[in-house]
Nanobody, 123 residues
Framework: QVQLVESGGGLVQAGGSLRLSCAAS????????MGWFRQAPGKEREFVAR????????YYADSVKGRFTISRDNAKNTVYLQMNSLKPEDTAVYYC????????????????WGQGTQVTVSS
């Protein structure tokens, strides 16, 4: 199993930046594809970004492309989400997810999840 713990959320003004971190423990981190998802109140959990084992390939939702960057440091067992030019519509609880076999945008296909970190963007 993999345990995931997110951090770095908070309150920021529109146009500002935050960097989320997701620390993994329990198994070999580099064996896992990693993804970031978010869920706003009253809405379904939605895909934000994903990254391959090595970090050599990434993919983003259209809504965050050009503003968010996903990266990972396998030596530190951590995946990051750098969020720039934040908008009020980015307000949500952000979750990281891991899976050893699935590399896609479907939240239901990821086996492991963190507890989430709140990001609030004020206008």
């Amino acid at each position: 199993q993999v345990q995931l713990v997110e951090s770095g959320g908070g309150l920021v003004q529109a146009g500002g930046s935050l960097r989320l971190s997701c620390a993994a423990s329990g198994r070999t981190f580099s064996d896992y594809f990693m993804g970031w998802f978010r869920q706003a109140p009253g809405k379904e959990r939605e895909f934000v970004a994903r990254i391959t084992w090595s970090g050599g390939s990434t993919y983003y939702a259209d809504s965050v492309k050009g503003r968010f960057t996903i990266s990972r440091d396998n030596a530190k067992n951590t995946v990051y989400l750098q969020m720039n030019s934040l908008k009020p519509e980015d307000t949500a609880v952000y979750y990281c997810a891991a899976d050893s076999a699935y590399y896609g945008s479907n939240a239901g296909s990821y086996a492991y999840w963190g507890q989430g970190t709140q990001v609030t963007v004020s206008s």
